[in-house]
């Protein structure tokens, strides 16, 4: 029982600190879009039967400092997101996982790139797949993973490899866990119409390549019968193309030929440095109150080299309202700094080396409140033939879950999202 708590502990670790995907590359805060596409390693928790779970999402942002306008402008933008995991034992210690899925978005800024309402750049698809294995060693104590994974939008298409490495102590109180990622990277130069060599209609677009390597340490320990917590570090190294080129910005210093400021053509596509060191840890604990309330505290510090220092708490209580039914309010803050990099609208001067109105780079601190609930009876919700195999499937629990967030920007968003959980003996 003790090594299925250090694992849940583990296993809710920010794998992923960082997003790659578009549209919201630079968020933080982990509240826009999933940023998941590394590979899903499978859990030693799950031995024993194949998992499939069914999950959706649906998201949806308003706000009014779009970064392809240059800091104003809409930020409106809906992603919905179908994916599902399965988790499939090969033997007694070996695990199978996959991840697939797709994003479909629609942005009213991404639409700006073109300066075309409704033209092709308003919305995209990304497709995305990961798969991963995992195996106890004879010694029931340590277990090794690797993966790899792939994913695909329009402007975008990365590969990314995983490892671990997970050691559990004789006593099942303690385990550590390393685990390194490397994400490779080839982008589309997508720049503002306006821009483009060679004329608006010019659709031949370079390329730059980016990678990323993450290293994720994380060590668990049960402190008492209601306690137990993990720390982790995960230091994450950058370079390549860092800015977005479909990103525009607007100087103090450049007007247009009749002396206007922030007028079409005066703006120049973002620019960031091409290396970047970031330096999040984390303390998570969990606190058993009584048998039917749990208190899961958060706190990630966050440190880079763009001058971004971030701060994000957040508490989850778990409630047991019945012994099928459990309900978990949770709340998240996060507070940052801004990067050195960032001015808003027509306040870069044109003689600086790095600029951008990326908002997601300013100064601001963010709320994000909302409501779960699991169902997961005793003996699930229902049984059926799977439609491949006839294999007896158990619809094991479901998960809806609903998040509202503010920015002090002025951004607001709405998530909601499901699980539907099957298992297969």
Known sequence: MRKLILLALICTAPLAAFAQATPTPNRLDGSGISPVNASQLPTPARYGETEVDILGSYYQQNGDHSAVEGGIGSQHLTDTAPTILLNVPLDSTTRLSANVGIDYYASASSDKIDQVMS???????????????????????????????????????????????ARTSLDGNRQLSVSGQAFFDQIKLVTPAELRVGGTRNHNYGSDTRQSFTLSLVYAQVLSKRL??????????????????????????????????????????????????????????????????????????????????????????PVKVSPFFTLYPFYRYHTQTAADYFAPYLAHVSTEEYFTSDYDLSAFSANKVGLGFRYAPLYGLGRFKAPFGGRITKFKSLDLRYG????STGLTANVVSADLSFTMP
Do not use: M
């Open 404 to 407: 509202y967030y503010r920015q």
């Open 228 to 317: 137990q917590a993990s720390v982790s570090v995960e230091p994450v190294v950058q370079r390549g193309l860092l800015s977005t080129p479909f990103q525009r910005v607007y100087f103090k210093d450049r007007p247009d030929a009749n002396g206007q400021l922030g007028t079409l053509g005066t703006a120049l596509a973002e620019v960031l440095p091409r290396l970047r060191y970031k330096y999040p840890a984390s303390l998570r604990l969990t606190y058993y109150a009584t048998d039917l309330v749990q208190l899961r505290g958060f706190y990630r510090f966050y440190n880079d080299n763009f001058g971004i220092r971030a701060h994000t708490f957040e508490l989850e209580v």
């Open 119 to 165: 033209s092709p750049s308003a919305s995209d698809v990304r497709y995305h797949a990961d798969f991963g294995l995992s195996h106890l060693l004879a010694d029931k104590l340590t277990t090794l993973g690797a993966g790899a994974g792939v994913s695909k939008e329009y402007d975008y298409l990365s590969f990314n490899l995983v490892g671990s490495w």
